[in-house]
């Protein structure tokens, strides 16, 4: 596995080693021993996710104030923009984000360690997506960041109106938001 570096230094993008040939192919999308020696970071997962969404569907940026989940998460079908936002407060990276196009095709993967907010935009006809988390979905500690908050100022990369769950459309501003020390 190919560990690449961010803008936001906790936040990696993961490339495994993909082997194949006219038959298809084959890789390990996931090895505890491996992601641990190759990341430095030693979280066990409990929750696997799997979400299936139309293009246009934008999911975020969601986050639990308590129970916070680090994620690794990838996509099997399609493509999205990915975006991690860094909402601890005493982080010198607080307020900055990253952006990775995932995809089916590419079999990049994102780590995003607890702190963070996330979400991603569908940018293919559909996409098939998997997260593993490090902590259990509370959904009284949920909360939600607005994708379109000026001050974040993120390029989704998708130039129409995002589908919005209701709970997605009255997100609030990083101002707003309950944060992380």
Known sequence: MKVIATDVPDVLM????VFGDDRGFFYESFNAKAFAEATGVDLSFVQDNHSRSQQ????GLHYQIENPQGKLVRVI???VLDVAVDIRKSSPTFGKHVTVRLS???NRQVWIPPGFAHGFVVLSETAEFLYKTTDYYNPAAERCIRWNDPTLAIDWQYSGEPQLSGKDAVGKTLAEADLFP
């Open 14 to 17: 993961l490339e495994p080693r």
């Open 56 to 59: 246009g569907v934008l999911r």
């Open 77 to 79: 079908a399609g493509e």
């Open 104 to 106: 089916a095709a590419n």
